[in-house]
């Protein structure tokens, strides 16, 4: 596989002194989806709204590479970027809700989309819209086409916007935690429905998630962020076999797996919280947190390999025994 999406020491700053990236690197191919985890706070979705120009007001990215096939997204301006935003790459939002717009109808929003970057009539756009509402398995989706937002559950919210998102056949989806506000059998759903359009749409993927059964369910590769940074990455099995950073190993855990937890046994977890980083932060931002933390973990920090595909950000060796259980 080739790389759709490649992203080279990420940088993000708002206001010129709180760091909410710092040297993130990962890497999209195509077809593939993969998962980039970690708590709240650890920059997950300012990467993801990094990628598509989306930052806040006062928020600044640098990066030594950010490409999506090919193209130099750093060097694009606001209309070319535009260009590219919903039509080659599309974002389903965190929280339905409050992405779409309350005072217009679904289809009028929807079918906005393509008339946007594709042209051609309202009518061939409302068409498309009833095609895709069908294919993400929206029941009546003429009579939903009248519809406000607040008319429709958050499941069917999901769902329109993931059939806006593929209005104009993009290449990559960004999906930031698009089951969150979702109870576990409408997520069930919802995950289902995007392995399927992956499958046959041949889309690449880029789910930013915290629930590692999740990732479990739908990753080939997983890169795991704290603040700021990408800690660990793998392709999905192997971080779940053998994770090298203490990070990591914490968020497995805190995950209840059969076999490798005992039921007497309390589940894991994390102390304290993730750190604030400003300017002049050296050294390992988890050390704070973490058990094997030494006076070597305040400077700079190597990045190993535990693999061909296998790299993660400590000053440990690699340890190629599986996770014992709890």
């Not at 300012?46 to 060097?75: E, P, Q, Y």
């Not at 950073?245 to 039921?263: A, D, E, F, I, K």
Request: hydrophobic fraction near 40%; include cysteine; charge should be positive.
């Amino acid at each position: 596989m080739s790389a759709l999406l490649e992203i080279e020491d990420l940088a993000v700053v708002f206001g010129g002194r709180s760091a909410a990236v710092r040297g993130a690197s990962l890497r999209v191919e195509k077809g593939e989806t993969h998962c980039l985890v970690g708590e709240s706070g650890c920059g997950k979705s300012v990467t993801a709204l990094a990628i598509m120009n989306l930052l806040a007001r006062g928020g600044h990215r640098s990066a030594k590479r950010m490409s999506f096939a090919s193209t130099d997204l750093l060097s694009l301006s606001d209309r070319d970027m535009a260009r590219i935003r919903g039509n080659r790459i599309s974002m389903i939002f965190q929280e339905p809700m409050t992405s779409l717009n309350p005072a217009f109808t679904v289809g009028s929003q929807m079918a906005e989309v393509l008339t946007r970057h594709k042209g051609g009539s309202r009518a061939a756009a409302l068409g498309r819209s009833v095609e895709l509402m069908g294919r993400v398995g929206i029941t009546a989706p003429e009579m939903r086409l009248g519809q406000f937002p607040h008319q429709l559950s958050g499941g069917l919210r999901q769902r329109v916007m993931i059939a806006m998102a593929l209005m104009c056949d993009p290449e990559l989806l960004v999906a930031d935690e698009p089951t969150t506000a979702l109870d576990v059998t409408v997520q069930a759903q919802i995950l289902r429905l995007l392995a399927t359009l992956k499958r046959e749409l041949g889309l690449a993927i880029l789910l930013i998630t915290h629930d590692l059964g999740i990732v479990a369910r739908v990753a080939d590769r997983v890169s795991v962020m704290y603040a700021g940074e990408v800690v660990e990455r793998a392709p999905t099995a192997e971080l779940f076999r053998a994770p090298q950073h203490p990070y990591t190993r914490g968020l497995l855990s805190c995950v209840p797996v059969p076999g490798r937890v005992r039921r007497d046994r309390p589940l894991g977890s994390i102390p304290g919280v993730v750190p604030a980083i400003g300017p002049g932060f050296a050294g390992c931002a988890f050390r704070s947190r973490c058990s094997h933390a030494d006076e070597t973990c305040g400077r700079a920090i190597p990045r190993r390999q535990a693999g061909a595909a296998h790299d993660y950000l400590c000053r440990l060796e690699p340890e190629f025994t599986e996770l014992q259980p709890a």
